[in-house]
């Protein structure tokens, strides 16, 4: 494996860079107040190519691979984990369940619009009963001629509103069953479709998350992905690609709280000193640097393997669970380091706190990290 940047990825975590320091940053704390959802700066992201960074070249997207991907989710998550977040939800669960699991005209037909930052992408599995328990799912869809009829909601959805398409996984067998369940397209406006609340939430308040409510959704059969049955191995293949963002996403987070860390211990002086001095505080930034460079090892293991088209759930899994601890760890340790000025939204450090929090439980908590992890390594 390969860990040394190569210039195609230096230069792309170089536009990603550039653009978030110029569209991003200024207004990173006006966002995070008013939980605003910036959706035109989705549109400028496409237009660069950071919406469809998978999305092969003839379907309008920038054709990289996933080393480049996680270079793009770091350097924005850097600056702003919100909009690192939606990039994420974005490119690799709608956007990637349909380059994925879509047929030819699905495939046409929507990846240049996602690709290009036209539209914006949601993926709904999650319902306000069954998150870990995903396969439980109450959200049905009925066969009526040519057609389909989903009823029910999806909670916590990334664009649960303002998604212009969402993927939907709904139930078409029996509860509890395996392969009871198929994944839609579902075009916004289509009759029936309606986004529902907003959360008001800890962290990654400019990432807007909300209800899907489908009330006698008529969909036509075409818009069905892959066969009857076969949407929750989908979603599994789905998430082990996306559990790879979320550890970028954490990685950047982590990231900027270290180097926003480090910067500060210089500056700031205690008892005629630098606080930097202070073994308390060196060993601190020893630990983030250490436990960062340990999280994207194991990040780009994962991101190498599934270029590779290899097998990865244990390793997207192991770069999932322990990068997004290392986001929380070394985000408090942040908080820390800048003492009462990093209790106080003037500096950067209580945002980075409070968005790292969602790594640990979004795309399967860190608990069912664990347990897929333990499946792989004992059933091996
Ligand atoms: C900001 C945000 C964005 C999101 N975006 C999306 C999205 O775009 N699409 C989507 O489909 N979903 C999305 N989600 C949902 C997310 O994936 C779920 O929140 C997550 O999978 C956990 O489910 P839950 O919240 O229902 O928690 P639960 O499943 O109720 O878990 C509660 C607690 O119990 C633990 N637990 C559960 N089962 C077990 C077990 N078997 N063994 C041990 N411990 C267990 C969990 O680890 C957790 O600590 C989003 C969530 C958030 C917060």
């Not at 000193?273 to 505080?281: D, E, G, L, T």
């Not at 322990?322 to 945002?351: C, L, M, R």
Request: proline share 2%; hydrophobic share 40%; net charge neutral.
């Amino acid at each position: 494996m390969e860990f040394a940047q190569n210039e195609v990825t230096r230069q792309v975590g170089e536009v990603a860079r550039d653009f978030a320091r110029q569209h991003i940053k200024p207004y990173v704390m006006q966002w995070d107040e008013t939980q605003e959802f910036p959706a035109q700066v989705f549109h400028e992201m496409g237009k660069l190519g950071l919406m469809g960074v998978l999305v092969p070249e003839a379907y309008g997207g920038a054709g990289l691979s996933y080393v480049e991907y996680v270079a793009v989710i770091q350097e924005i998550a850097k600056v702003c984990g919100s909009i690192g977040l939606s990039l994420a939800a974005h490119n690799s669960l709608c956007t990637g369940h349909i380059l994925q699991f879509g047929n030819e005209e699905q495939k046409k037909k929507y990846l240049p619009k996602l690709a290009t930052g036209e539209w914006l992408g949601a993926w709904g599995l999650t319902e306000p009963n069954t998150g870990s328990d995903a396969a439980n799912m109450k959200t049905t869809a009925v066969r009526d001629g040519n057609d389909w009829i989903i009823n029910g909601a999806k909670s916590w959805i990334t664009h649960g509103k303002s998604g212009n398409i969402a993927v939907v996984v709904a139930r078409t067998g029996e509860p509890r069953t395996s392969g009871n369940s198929t994944a839609f397209i579902v075009e916004r406006g289509t009759p029936g479709f309606s986004g529902g609340k907003k959360e008001n939430k800890l962290g990654m308040r400019a990432s807007e998350t909300a209800e899907m409510i489908f009330d006698n959704c008529r969909v036509s059969d075409s818009l069905r992905m892959g066969e009857v049955g076969d949407g929750f191995r989908q979603s599994l293949k789905v998430l082990d690609g996306g559990r790879i963002s979320i550890a970028a996403l954490s990685l950047g987070i982590a990231k900027g709280a270290y180097e926003a860390s480090l910067q500060y211990s210089k500056e700031r002086h205690q008892f005629d000193q630098p606080i930097s001095n202070f073994q308390a505080i060196s060993f601190k930034l020893a630990d983030m640097a250490t436990e960062i460079m340990a999280a994207e090892l194991l990040t780009l293991q994962a991101a190498d393997l599934k270029n590779r088209g290899e097998k990865m759930t244990k390793e997207a899994a192991m770069a999932k669970y322990y990068a997004s601890e290392v986001a929380v760890k070394v985000s408090t340790d942040a908080v820390q380091i800048f003492g009462g000025y990093g209790y106080t939204k003037d500096y950067p450090v209580e945002k980075y706190y409070r968005d790292s929090k969602l790594c640990t439980i979004g795309e399967g908590t860190s608990e069912i990290q664990k347990i897929v992890i333990a499946r792989e390594v004992i059933n091996k």
